[in-house]
């Protein structure tokens, strides 16, 4: 658990501040259709000092992805120690990020239930760390690049595995099921380097730690993802980079772990909080 302000999503558009265990509703106390334009008009600090008797109860809310509608959701792949050579495909850590781009639709909120499509059992798991955009930038250096991350929250960034291999280049069938990922539980304020730079990552299946590491071994560091992503396209308040995943998604067993309807992720990172969904089979 983290001891930042948190703000989430939940009931649609409805945003609110955490506190304790239940939810302050600020959708009706500010101008902001959602914490996208919030965090575009530099919002959130203001917002974490409400002080009132929460309006929701937290379990009781049903949660969306934090932001919601973002213009650009953006994915880091192969981005940590030993994950090149999971590939087993006799070629060299690339020396600049492998990049992809997932649709908000294709993920889901915290403690909901992600989904197995019908046309593959190959769902996957991948947990990573997630940064939100808070301040418009192009060709941003890597030393202000911190100056335009507006907060964090984290990622089971699902994948259909033997879809990502349908053609002979991308991804993109593969990372873009409806709901075949997570988002979540909520935005943590970004204020210092010490939330990002060295924090622990860790994904578990079914309380069965599966994924493990820190964020300083990363090849590719934060600062360098929004250097890089903001050399070739405008990054805006709200946009999403989902920063890459440790070795050990259920690909890589032998025989290959996937998740089946039951099953129970959680993805948990150091200041940040827990992200915790299931498996169902699509209806």
């Given at each position: 658990?983290?001891?930042?302000?948190?703000?989430?999503?939940?009931?649609?558009?409805?945003?609110?501040?955490?506190?304790?265990?239940?939810?302050?509703?600020?959708?009706?106390?500010?101008?902001?259709?959602?914490?996208?334009?919030?965090?575009?008009?530099?919002?959130?600090?203001?917002?974490?000092?409400?002080?009132?008797?929460?309006?929701?109860?937290?379990?009781?809310?049903?949660?969306?992805?934090?932001?919601?509608?973002?213009?650009?959701i953006i994915c880091v792949g192969v981005n940590f120690p030993d994950r090149n050579a999971e590939y087993k495909d006799g070629k060299e850590q690339p020396p600049n990020p492998s990049l992809f781009v997932r649709f908000p639709r294709?993920?889901?909120?915290?403690?909901?239930?992600?989904?197995?499509?019908?046309?593959?059992?190959?769902?996957?798991?991948?947990?990573?760390?997630?940064?939100?955009?808070?301040?418009?930038?192009?060709?941003?250096?890597?030393?202000?690049?911190?100056?335009?991350?507006?907060?964090?929250?984290?990622?089971?960034?699902?994948?259909?595995?033997?879809?990502?291999?349908?053609?002979?280049?991308?991804?993109?069938?593969?990372?873009?099921?409806?709901?075949?990922?997570?988002?979540?539980?909520w935005l943590v304020p970004f204020t210092d380097a010490a939330q990002l730079d060295d924090i622990a990552l860790e994904t578990r299946v079914n309380g069965e730690i599966r994924q493990s590491d820190r964020t300083s071994r990363m090849?590719?560091?934060?600062?360098?993802?929004?250097?890089?992503?903001?050399?070739?396209?405008?990054?805006?308040?709200?946009?999403?980079?989902?920063?890459?995943?440790?070795?050990?998604?259920?690909?890589?067993?032998?025989?290959?772990?996937?998740?089946?309807?039951?099953?129970?992720?959680?993805?948990?990172?150091?200041?940040?909080?827990?992200?915790?969904?299931?498996?169902?089979?699509?209806?």
């Amino acid at each position: 658990m983290t001891d930042h302000p948190r703000f989430v999503t939940f009931s649609g558009n409805r945003y609110g501040l955490v506190h304790g265990n239940g939810i302050i509703d600020l959708t009706d106390d500010y101008p902001y259709p959602s914490l996208r334009e919030a965090i575009a008009d530099g919002a959130l600090p203001r917002m974490s000092q409400t002080r009132r008797s929460p309006d929701v109860d937290l379990d009781d809310a049903t949660l969306g992805i934090p932001i919601p509608g973002p213009e650009k959701i953006i994915c880091v792949g192969v981005n940590f120690p030993d994950r090149n050579a999971e590939y087993k495909d006799g070629k060299e850590q690339p020396p600049n990020p492998s990049l992809f781009v997932r649709f908000p639709r294709s993920f889901v909120g915290h403690n909901q239930n992600i989904v197995r499509p019908a046309e593959s059992p190959q769902l996957d798991y991948e947990g990573e760390v997630v940064i939100v955009i808070g301040k418009h930038g192009r060709r941003i250096s890597e030393k202000d690049a911190y100056n335009h991350i507006a907060a964090i929250t984290l990622s089971n960034e699902g994948t259909v595995r033997d879809w990502v291999r349908h053609a002979k280049f991308n991804v993109t069938q593969g990372k873009n099921w409806d709901r075949s990922g997570a988002i979540g539980p909520w935005l943590v304020p970004f204020t210092d380097a010490a939330q990002l730079d060295d924090i622990a990552l860790e994904t578990r299946v079914n309380g069965e730690i599966r994924q493990s590491d820190r964020t300083s071994r990363m090849v590719f560091s934060f600062r360098k993802i929004v250097a890089y992503v903001s050399t070739f396209t405008t990054l805006i308040p709200g946009d999403v980079l989902i920063c890459g995943t440790p070795i050990g998604a259920g690909a890589r067993f032998d025989p290959p772990q996937w998740l089946k309807p039951g099953d129970v992720i959680e993805v948990e990172a150091d200041g940040i909080g827990c992200l915790r969904n299931g498996v169902e089979d699509e209806a």
